[in-house]
């Protein structure tokens, strides 16, 4: 292969990575801004805040963001707090859909 296609491949294959970061940081604009939260003074709230935990579920299940961006996005602390924050929410929002 070429040096000049193999430039391209390599191209190409950050092209997604960028654009899910883009669609990532969008997101996460737009569901601050929809609850009227400044996600600069995210830093200073709870990590385990609903708003945010309420967010990063919300990424997590339709843009596949994986815990450790959520975590350091949303300041949800360390990679597994941030993966048990959402896993106890799906669970409360099950137990409550089941009547419990």
Known sequence: MASGA???????????REARFVERQN????CTKVLENDP???AHEPKAAAWKVTVAAYMKER??????WL????HLGVL??????????KIEGLLRTAGR
């Open 6 to 16: 193999r430039a391209c491949l390599r191209l190409d294959q950050k092209e997604p």
């Open 40 to 42: 600069k003074v995210s």
């Open 80 to 89: 597994d707090g941030a993966s048990r924050y959402v896993g106890e929410q």
């Open 27 to 30: 997101c996460l604009a737009r």
């Open 63 to 68: 843009l596949k963001c994986s815990s450790a």
């Open 71 to 74: 975590a350091q996005n949303l």
